[in-house]
Structure formats: structure tokens, C-alpha cells
């Protein structure tokens, strides 16, 4: 099978990781590539890491997607509401990166990102794709919405022992680091190198937008709403998200069933890999994969279940799932382009 | 007035940091240095940044102290009373970077130290020497047990809020990062370049020996027991703690009170500044220095009080805050030889 | 076809970086892994990264290498030769990234490894590996020995020129940083984090054992002696080799036919990459590639032509190279398995 | 002796730099600070690490520069030439960071800033700072023209050996490498975190323009005329120079005679320090100090002299040499206010 690929907003971070990810997938074809910036001009031009990569040149939207079977857009949220309508009337499958089909609530959206639903046929149509917990409804979805970086990491972290109602849900408390390519390719001065090495600091506490996203997955988790406490921190390094995710036990449970829990429900799943006892998940094990490794800690004197949780922002955080969820989609094995081994080093 | 003093323990980290700081303060002259490794050497042999500084040889332990009014002790744990019987006789000041003096509790210390106290009447003469909390306390003190790196930025974090009873303090969460110089100069394969770099991770998870050095401060400020839950995490940075602090609000208390709590109690310390409404305190901007910054962040939804507190490991979580302790006990003014800036870059 | 691998020094940083590649290798069934620290565990207890893919146990070398048709062996130098022997018998392919069949001259390898060829037969099978300039002896090696990193980089940036006569040949100047992984998994205090972070510094100044096979590389190419000034520098990076090569361009020679020379000579190669007029090789575009990038700079002042050339030290400068040679000697295409698009971030 | 400083362009990295030193500096009273886009904030808004340092408010140049004794400039090029004679009107002495007053040959200064001398008189008055060089000029120097931070470590890197003739000084080739401070706040792409970390690259390859200012110092030392290839390159960290130079021993030249006129020649300089044989001067030991470290090596198989040497690109290449020149023009120790130890880790 070869499936016809576009990429709309390819010259972001997000957009050449599909770009990079997509170029070496046995099944995809890439048939057109949207810049607004860089239009007319070729990708390595932009990132020459992808010379001797044969690619279409950039060029607008409506010329990029034109006959593509699905369409992978990485664009600033609220654009991606006009592209779903334009996905749908040619037929092609819309997987959005952006925010604008994950949260269910228009409520929410609105709280959050100060703007309503401009189409609310399409959302009825939208699956937040998070394929370890929702694989059933994404095969049918019309429009996946792929899930944010830190909502990834946060609910494979946690569903679990949600789903077992292994812990007190009611308040989780997320510590979560991120490197820099998550905050993007523009430049700012929280981002100018002698700024943000040598230095780790919390932005936008208590107000991410990715707040209600994971409560979103986290109540269906667990059956009941869950208020979620999250500050994120711009990590000195380049990939790679680690969430410290911190839920009082439940009375009277231990650990072994933690642990038993979290075996079982990852099974079979390919990219999710839990840490041996004692050993802490730590982004250097998944950078540049599509895993997310999670740990289980015990602080025993306080009653307190502590969950490390890592993933690759720009992999399973972006690229990397928005192309398990395009496998999925269309019946291929969801490891399919997706299945290199991370180093360590 | 000028102070002989001798540095036990010369060539670890933090004793080369005490070193770096004694040689440029103008009331201090360096009598002794010494060093089980490197006796007979002089320590730019092992420090080549220290060149052209003049110092004496490194010698053994009994030579280095000779003579010596004060002395600073950078030794590995249990190895500290001893060496305080022996300041007692020759009537120096014991100032003691490890962790032997630290806790009151001897029950506490056995707990976590699998030790216990060998000398309980120098215990009695020991003062935990923090100086903003418990400075009347160290004017007085026969040995000075100077705070650990992460109680430092933790007690100072949370003591306004705690003495004020503007939160609720039954149990406090600390996410803490550390840079790599707080693992120290001994070569490991968790602080090897390639498995440091790129990467962070969560050791010692709900068992880190500060737990309770932490919590004994915690409890004095709110005059009553306080529970820690304390992750903390080896950050890819050379120096710098930052932490980031969870407690609830107690009911009816709003960010207005809790900041001016904040400023009127730190209102005439010298090294403790708090940060303005929106703006994180972070490590680059206290590097190389002995300051505190303290930022103050609400997360109305949950009504959680998020406190990030960030300090330099080696100076104000070291060797700087054992020079302020040394300033301090002999009258002189407390920021003498600490008065550089930090850059910012 | 199905290739039977084993590694000799599998939980080294060239060896595990040879599973990690080895293992996504369509072709390839990895049969053996030895190791003589680990043997008895699983390479995933050494390296969490490589946990859910299935590979054998680690053993001792013999077991590792029985029944394999190509042997990859990453030791310290001087344990190749006896390998290499039982591989003879054994009749599989040993492909050595060690330096032992590097030198032709036994007298340089005794200059500068302190040791003679205990097989001298062994050596007249051998070839010195490197395909973009060796391709026809590589396809019928007894031995395949794999080029050191810092000499494929070299050899690479600088045979065009040196073949087509463009420059005065007898001594060139090569100013080279190296990614700390280039150093090994071993503990150093050069290799600790903090000593090695946010620094810079050359080492083994004229004097490291890469200099005589970069020379024998370069001569091959002029024809004629070439000596070279090779000063190697760890650089605060964990993988990649950025050379900047200073070498005087012959009277009347023009940078239009260097760099034609260039375009001409790699033109069909997959690998080699020349960057466009006034853009400069750099690391981040090849990490974790097969790539060698290469940039040519004419100080027009003093006629002098700079060559910037890049690699990844442990994918083309060490386990990538390996496997195209394994690639080249059993007849499959040369980029099988080493088709990943490196991101440049 | 109190002397009234100004600082005009503050709010860069350099001039930031200076107000950090000067404000610590025990002679000097900071009474302006001048900043095109920020005159009407404090400093501490834009560097919160200068939080409880008394500092005058940011204002326009010429309310920054009234009543100074000594004006230090932190501009654009091209600025400098009518601050000089608004200076020199006041009575004021300018010491200029920037590039406008460096060159003696307008001429030179024509063909690489593409701009004539506007105040031909003012030339005359000053005087190349390089205080281990030019010491006695400076004393009575009108306007100090502070060297650049390249031509400063590659000056003091070679001047005993031109000046003892110990080299054939026609033609020196200098690698050299500095951190992201040195490209200063303003953002580019090349600064972005993403996209300068874990790299290394070569920029303005054999064009920069501190090749003018860098053969004019080796040209006064050698007394003839001296070309340089002259490639620097962007290292990943905040600060520090790197220069490794390679420049050929004259004939029957030996190490001893190199070494021995090194240390003669700085025997009495505070701030230089030559490393011991086998030791590489490296940026680490350096940093944040006034210091220039130098090693000495030979390629002895080539003849080739290679020498490293390293300084803070903020310190020692702007804002403290800039402090040594004020200090030694104003009759005070060299050293006062540059006295601290840098640490090494």
C-alpha cells in the first residue's frame, strides 16, 4: 500500500519531524509540503539535514494537499478548523496536530483558548487520538485529533492506576520538563541559547493550555473528574519531555498491584515500556523513538504514588504518533516507520 | 580582623568552592588545606583554575587545622565528629558542610543515617545554622552545621508562608533539580558526560537523606509537624537547585497576603530576593552567588500555592552559606566576600 | 537474504550503537552478543533504551560468534588479531573497528601502538574500509578493517582535492572536535560532567595514534607523502565530529574547480554530502546518520583552502561504516539500514 | 578614589558585563546607564540576576554620560566616533568596546568595515589597549581603544614567540572557537537553543572582521608583517575562547627556548597564566575570571608550534579588560575589582 502524504506548516519543528519520519515510511508517499514562510523554495534549504532526500518543494496550502490521501497539519491553533472542511470536501483524512479538535468540551475551548467552535458538525466527527487508550474509536475517526506532548506523557503515566482506581483522583499534581524544540522554531528570548542553558525554569504555572487536555483523558480514565495541578519547565536540553506525576494511594493498596496493574494494562502495546523497579524513567532512553517509559516510585512515609513518565515531544509527542495513528488508520501495523531503537547516548 | 582558616576536605567540590570563595575574602587568611588524596600536592595541580592564587600544600587533616580559628569540614558523611572533639580542644569553630550536626532528632538520624550520634554532648553545642530562620541562634553556636543544599532552597522557599499559617502544612510536595556538581568530583556512571547530557532523571525517589532535614525545618516554621514528599531529579546543568514547591492555600488566603508575607519577612536579608508578579525565579539568575530568588505562583483552579525557590548548590547551598555562617559568628557584616553579582548568561 | 551478526564488545558505546543499528537492519538477524563485564545479563539491563526489542543474552566470545557469518568487533586495540584468526577458521567475516589491521606499515603501527603484527599473513587480507574511496578492495576483504572516526572525516573532506592536484599536499593542518562519546563508556575525570560541560580542550596534541592512518588515507590519495598537524578537542557535545582542515590551494587553482572537483568525485556516493557556497558543515545535521558533510572555504588572503567535514563519530565514524561495509561485502545496497534522515535539531 | 563610571549600551551582553564588574569594583560609582530600547526601565527588569544592587535607572546617552570621569561604550560599530568627541569635550575618558578606534589603517578599517575615519584627530589620541602588550601607550592613552575578544587571546597567545623570533611568523593559522555570549542578545536563528546545542559550526570562514585587528597586534610583535587565516567557530556554551594556533618553529628552535620565553615574558603579568607541560589551557578554568590561560605544545614530526589559548570572551575579551585599562589609565592596581578565582566546575 502507498499513502499519499501531505504536510501542511512543514518548515515548523513539528512539521519536519513528519517530514524527517515520513520520508523513510515503506508505505507513504510525500506528495506535497506547505510553507507560508518558505514557499517556493526546497526543505533542505531550511534544514539542510535533509539534502540527498528527494522532496516535493514547498508551496501553499491548497497546492500541497491537493490529492493526498491524508493530511498531516502542524499549524498555530485555530487554523486547522477551514483545513478539516477543505480535508473532508476532497476526501482525504485530516490528522491535526494542533489543538483545535482535542478537547470535547466547547466550554473548555473556550476558557482556554478564547475562541469557539467555528464548526461543530466537524468536531462530532474528531477522535482525540491517543491510540494506547482510545485505538477502537480512532479506526473510525474523521478527523484525528492528535494528542499535545504533555497530555501524552501524562496519560499513559496515569491511566492505569485510574483505571484500576489504584489512587485518590480526585487532585493529581504534574511536574513536567521539557526540552526546547517544544516551545518551537521562532525565536524568543526565553529560547536565545545563553538564556536557557545552564538555567531550568517554570512558565505559565498554573495556566497551560495543555491543562485541559489532560484532565480531558485523565477523567475518562478515571470515571470521574480530575483536577490536575501542572507547571511545565524548559529543560536545557533539545528532545524530550519528563512528567514527575504526583497522586495520593488509595487506601490499603500496594505497590505490587501498581506495578501488576501497569503490566497488564501495556501488554501489548509497542511503545510503552515500563522501567524495572528501582530504575527512573529518563528521556535520554526514548529521544528520537516513539516510546513513552514510565517508572513507579513509593513514598512510603507519605501515602504517595510518584510516576515518571518520558516521551520525545516532537515523536510521540508530534510526529511520531501522528504517524502510529495514520497506521492505524489505515490498517497498517501501528510500528510501521516508526520502529527505530533509541540509544541511550 | 583576620580569621586563619583551614578547609578539611580541600579538593572535593565543595571545598574547592570554600577555597575559591576564603581566597578573596579581604578577613581571611587560609592557614591549612588538606586532602586524603592528594597530600604533598598543591591544589592547582588538581584545580588549574587556582594557579597563580597562593596557597598552602595540602597536607593531612591534624597539620591543615593547626593553628587554624576556624574550620571548614567538607568531608563525607560521619566523618565530622571526630574532627569537632578535636576543634573543641584547640577552641576553633567547627563549621561543618556535612551532615553529622544536622538533624536534632537522634532517633531521626539513625533513621535515615543508619548511625548514631557518637558524642551527644557536642549535639547540645550544634546549631543548624541557616541564618535568615535561626540566626540569633548561630551567634552563640559551638559547632556550626551548616544546612544541605536542597533544605537550603526548600526551608527558605516555604518559611513566610509556613510562620504566616497561610497554607496548609500538613504535607508539602518538593520537585527538585539539581545541577551535576552536587553529585560531587567522584566519577560515577550516572554523571559521565554522555548519560548526564540531554537527559534528566528522578533518583533516590521518596528517600533522599534531606527528607528529614528538610522536614525538621518545615516543622519549626509552622510549630508543627510537616510531612514532605521529595523527588529529586539530576538536571543536565553544572550548578543550580531549583525546586519547585506544591502546598494548598489554607482556606480564604489569597496571593496578595502571601506575597506580602513573602517581602516582609525577607525584607533586610541580603540574599534573598523575591522575584516580581510573573516572572519564575531560575537558576541563571542566581549562579555563582550566594542568593535565594523565591517566586510565588497560584493555581487558582486547585488553589495550590506553587513556590519555586532556585540557589546556587555550591555557594549559598555550601560553601558561600558557610562563609555567611563564618561572617555571621564573628561579627562581621554577612555579606563580606559574597558581594559578587551573578550575570544572568 | 539473512545476515547471521555478532558483536564482539557489545555494551561499549561503538558496540551498542552497532545492536542498535544491526537491529533494525532488515537483513541482518543478530545471533550473538559478547561481553566481558555483562556477560550472563541482558544488554537491556546496561541500556534501558534497547528494553522490548528481543536480542540474545550477553555471553562470552566464543559463544557470541559461533555460527555467524559476519563478526563485528568493537575492542581495545590489540585483541583484534587472535579474533581475526578464529574468525578465519571459522570462516565468517570479521569487520574490526579497532585499529589492529588499520596501518599497512608494520613500522608505523609499532611507532605509534608500541607493537608488531603477531599475524603477518592475516594482514595481507586485510583492507582499510572506507567505500567512498576503497570500494573495490572492500568487495573481495578477508578482514574488513573499519576506519577511525576522525580519519573518515579527514579522508573524506580532503580526497577530492588532493586526487584532482588542487592543493600543496605535503603537510595540512586538521583542527578537530570530537562528541564525548568518542571517549567511551569508561569513567574519566575528562569524561565527568562538570569538568567536561561548558569547556573546551584539546588533547594528546600531536601525538594521537589516529594521525599516521590519516596520513596513510591522505597519501593514497595525493600519491605522494603527506604529512599532517592533527589536534583533536573534546567538545561539550555528546555525538559528532566537526574537522576544519587548513591546507594551501596549488598556484592558480580556483574555488570553482574545488568545488567541481567535489561534485564531481561524490556525485553517485549516498553517503557524502557537499553544503552549497557559504553554508558550513556542522554537526547537527548529520548526528545520527551515516552522512559526511562537507563544506569547502577559500581564505582568499593567504590561499588558503578550508575544508569543514562532518560526521557522526559513532554511525560513520564508527558502527554506521561497519555495517556499509558489511552492506558492500555480501552485495546488498550500501544504504540498507542507514536510511534515516538525521533532523538537524 | 572614587571614580564616576558610565555605561552606554548596558543592556547587551557586554555592557551588562561591565555594570556586573564595575558594580563590585571597590573605586568606581556606576552614575549612568544608557539603552536605546530600554531608557526608562531598571536594569533588573531586563537582568533579574541584578536584583538588590542599587543601580541608576536606564536612560538616554546623554543623561547617562553627564559627569562621568569615564565613559565605557558597549555600541553597534560605527557608533563610537561621536560619543569620542563628546567625550573628550566633557573631559571624560572614553574606553570604546567597540571595533571603531581599534585599527591604525583607516585603510584596513575602509576595506573591512566599509567606512572612512569620520574624526581622523581623534585616531591619533587612541590607543590599542592590550595592557600585557601596550602598557605604557595606554597610560597616556585619550580615547582607550579595547580590544576585541579573538584578537585579545590570539595577542597574548603569540606575542613571546614573535617577539623572540622563536616562529616563522608569515602566515599563522588560527582555529578558534567561542561561546554563544560572544554573538550577543540579539536573536538569529544560529542562537536558537535547538539549533546551537549539541553542534559545533565554522562561521564568516576566513572573513571576520577581527583578522585586521588580530595581524596588526602579531605584525607589531614580530616587527614585520604577519597574515592570518583566521576561522572561528560557534561553540555550544555561554562562555569562553578557544584558539588552537599553529604556526611553524623557526629553524633549530626548541620547546625549552619557547617555554622559557613565555614565562619570562609574562612572569609579571597577573592575568596570564602559561600551563604546565602536558596540560591543556581550557575555557573551564577561566571563566568569569580576567585571566588568559596558555599551553604550549609541539607537533615535533612537523616542526609546528601549537599553542592554545583561552579567555572569557566577556571578561578578558570586553568588559574586563576594559575595568584593567580603566584601572591601570586611573593609576589603580590592574587587578582591583578583576580579583576572583575562577572555580573550574
Redesign the interface.
Known amino acids: 500500500m502507498t499513502i499519499k502524504a501531505a504536510v501542511v506548516g512543514a518548515t515548523g519543528?513539528a512539521g519536519?519531524?513528519l517530514v524527517?519520519l515520513l520520508?523513510?515510511h515503506p508505505n507513504v508517499e510525500i506528495t506535497g509540503l506547505s510553507s507560508t514562510s518558505f514557499a517556493g523554495q526546497t526543505i533542505d534549504?531550511i534544514?539542510?539535514?535533509?539534502?540527498?532526500?528527494t522532496l516535493p518543494t514547498l508551496t501553499d496550502m491548497d497546492t500541497a494537499i491537493a490529492g493526498a490521501d491524508v493530511v498531516f497539519a502542524a499549524l498555530p491553533h485555530g487554523l486547522s478548523e477551514p483545513l478539516a472542511k477543505q480535508c473532508a470536501a476532497a476526501g482525504s483524512l485530516l490528522i491535526d496536530l494542533g489543538a483545535d479538535f482535542r478537547l470535547e468540551s466547547e466550554e473548555e475551548y473556550e476558557a482556554w483558548y478564547k475562541k469557539s467552535f467555528d464548526e461543530p458538525e466537524l468536531h462530532d466527527g474528531a477522535v482525540y487520538a491517543l491510540p494506547e487508550l482510545f485505538r477502537d474509536r480512532i479506526r473510525d475517526a474523521k478527523i484525528v485529533a492528535n494528542p499535545g506532548c504533555y497530555p501524552t506523557a501524562a496519560a499513559l503515566g496515569l491511566a492505569p492506576a485510574l483505571k484500576a482506581g489504584l489512587v485518590k483522583s480526585e487532585?493529581v499534581?504534574i511536574?513536567a520538563?521539557s526540552?526546547?524544540?517544544g516551545a518551537g522554531?521562532s525565536?524568543?528570548?526565553n529560547?536565545?541559547?545563553?538564556?536557557?542553558?545552564?538555567?531550568?525554569?517554570?512558565?505559565k504555572?498554573?495556566s497551560h493550555r495543555h491543562?485541559p487536555e489532560i484532565e480531558q483523558s485523565l477523567s475518562h480514565m478515571a470515571g470521574a473528574p480530575v483536577?490536575?495541578?501542572?507547571?511545565p519547565?524548559l529543560?536545557?536540553?533539545?528532545?524530550?519531555i519528563?512528567e514527575?506525576i504526583?497522586v495520593p494511594l488509595a487506601e490499603g493498596v500496594t505497590m505490587e498491584q501498581v506495578r501488576t496493574a501497569y503490566e497488564a494494562f501495556y501488554k501489548d502495546e509497542?511503545f510503552v515500556?515500563i522501567?524495572?523497579d528501582g530504575?527512573?524513567?529518563?528521556?535520554?532512553?526514548?529521544?528520537?523513538?516513539n516510546?513513552c517509559?514510565i517508572?513507579l516510585?513509593?513514598?512510603?512515609?507519605?501515602g504517595?504514588l510518584?510516576v515518571?513518565s518520558c516521551i520525545d515531544n516532537?515523536v510521540k509527542g508530534a510526529a511520531g504518533q501522528a504517524i502510529q495513528n495514520m497506521n492505524l488508520r489505515f490498517g497498517l501495523d501501528e510500528t510501521t516507520g516508526l520502529?527505530?531503537?533509541?540509544?541511550?547516548?
Do not use: W
Open positions: 519543528y519536519a519531524e524527517r520520508a523513510c534549504e534544514y539542510p539535514s535533509f539534502k540527498k532526500c487532585h499534581i511536574d520538563k526540552g526546547v524544540t522554531r525565536l524568543t528570548q529560547t536565545h541559547y545563553p538564556e536557557t542553558n545552564e538555567t531550568i525554569s517554570a512558565y504555572v498554573g491543562t483536577k490536575v495541578t501542572f507547571v519547565h529543560l536545557p536540553v533539545n528532545r524530550g519528563e514527575t504526583y509497542p515500556r522501567e524495572r530504575i527512573s524513567a529518563q528521556i535520554r532512553n526514548i529521544t528520537r523513538s516510546f517509559d517508572s516510585h513509593l513514598d512510603k512515609r507519605c504517595m510518584i515518571c516532537m520502529d527505530t531503537l533509541p540509544a541511550g547516548f
